[in-house]
């Protein structure tokens, strides 16, 4: 009984062999109509900012489900999702400034029948830009702009102080500023005399950019390096909305970039260092300094690492070159890992080890900013979240006091 009720189930050869032909010609069909791709539209910003998310579309022509696509990045940018069905809406985010190729993007399309599918390589390359973070430099102008950035504390209201350039010795009248006495005048009349000042739209603001070996080193989800440069173009953009002209140079053993300072130049400055990269070399301090040593009295903010003393010596030794003539700002990333060591709780002897080790550094960084000081400069010290805002601030204040 079995064996009758078995064979009575099995299809005759015919039929068997019809379906399977009816299944391969239907794969064959599906495999045929998946080759048929849509015209499809890549979209992405040819400029980007670093760490700032863009968009990233590819587009078909008519809404079809049955394609995926996927878009492969190079090393330093994330695209997010990397593949999607039906399309692509995607965020594109670059880790590192300079120039990038972003690779033509993959498509497999199904048949109808979800029986065939077929690969497809689409679009051409593409050549990104990535700029430091100008947003982030744009929204501190624009602050400074609208009087609503806050300086040591305060809100300033209204436009910044402007620079002065000295004119004229008169006699002093009261109500003078005891400040402006020129003494040795004084001395030789007999009576009280002033400076007359003339008031200046505009000064010169530079930006020398350290790109030596230390500025390689990692913080947080960046060089120091690219800090440097972000602060670089925030000043540059406070600079064109106050009047003044920003300009910048770059060094590391030679100089690398030499941008003048010009009116509305925040542009210029950021195209000039984007794509600036530290290498393992010792910088030459007092070459670069010397460089801009003899220009028109500026304000220059040089950005570099602070360590300890002895790799800090070639700068405290340079610094009197510059302060002779400039009103000086030097600005560093402060170490993080440092202060955690100091403030994380003592738990063994490593603990304590790492703590020490870290008092002793903090303590001999504090023995360098006091030796900057004393020759002059004024030094700036910053979390990495507020670097820009603290170097700007720092700007800001030289600026209201007529030091440049």
């Known amino acids: 009984m079995l064996g009758i009720g078995a064979s009575a189930l099995l299809l005759p050869t015919p039929l068997v062999v019809s379906a399977l032909a009816a299944v391969a010609v239907a794969a064959v069909v599906d495999a045929l109509a998946s080759r048929e791709l849509p015209e499809l539209a890549r979209t992405c910003p040819d400029v980007l900012s670093r760490g700032v998310p863009a968009a990233l579309e590819v587009v078909p022509d008519r809404a079809l489900k049955r394609i995926w696509v996927r878009q492969p990045t190079p090393p330093d940018i994330t695209v997010s999702p990397a593949e999607q069905g039906g399309g692509l809406a995607a965020q594109i985010v670059a ?3 300079g120039h990038h190729a972003i690779g033509s993007f993959g498509v ?3 048949g109808p029948l979800g029986l065939g599918q077929s690969l497809h390589r689409c679009g ?3 050549e990104v830009v990535v700029f430091p973070d100008m947003p982030a430099a744009r929204r501190l102008a624009s602050q400074v702009q609208r009087g609503t950035f806050a300086l040591e504390g305060r809100r300033r209201r209204g436009p910044i102080g402007l620079g002065t350039e ?3 010795i008169r006699a002093y009248v009261p109500g003078d500023d005891v400040r402006q006495v020129n003494w040795a005048a004084t001395a030789r009349s007999n009576e009280p005399m002033v400076n007359q000042w003339r008031l200046e739209q505009d000064r010169d603001v530079i930006c020398l950019l350290d790109a030596g070996r230390l500025m390689a080193a990692p913080i947080a989800d960046r060089t120091r390096m690219d800090a440097a440069v972000d602060v670089a173009a925030a000043v540059a953009a406070v600079a064109d909305v106050v009047g003044d002209r920003p300009g910048v140079v770059v060094f590391r053993d030679e100089i690398l970039r030499d941008l003048a300072p010009a009116h509305r130049g925040a542009n210029a400055v950021a195209e000039a260092i984007f794509d600036i990269e530290p290498e393992p070399v010792e910088s030459d301090y007092i070459a670069a300094f010397q460089h801009v040593a003899g220009r028109k009295r ?3 903010v040089v950005l570099t690492d602070i ?16 302060a002779r003539r400039h ?3 030097i600005g560093g990333v402060r ?3 440092l202060d955690a060591a100091l403030a994380n709780q003592i738990d063994d002897i490593e603990d304590i080890a790492r703590a020490a080790v870290a008092l002793d550094v903090l303590t001999a960084r504090h023995r360098v900013v006091a030796t900057l000081q004393r020759h002059g400069a004024a030094v700036v010290e910053s979390e990495l979240g507020e670097f820009s805002a603290r170097i700007v601030a720092a700007y800001l204040k030289a600026k209201s006091l007529v030091r440049f």
Request: proline letters at 8%; a negative charge.
């Open 335 to 337: 170490d993080p890992d």
């Open 95 to 97: 880790s590192r400034r």
């Open 108 to 110: 497999r399309s199904y």
């Open 307 to 322: 360590v300890e003393e002895s790799a800090a010596r070639p700068l405290a030794e340079a610094i009197p070159v510059l």
């Open 166 to 168: 000295f004119e004229s």
């Open 298 to 300: 500026a304000l220059v």
């Open 327 to 329: 009103s000086v700002i």
């Open 124 to 126: 051409e390359d593409l």
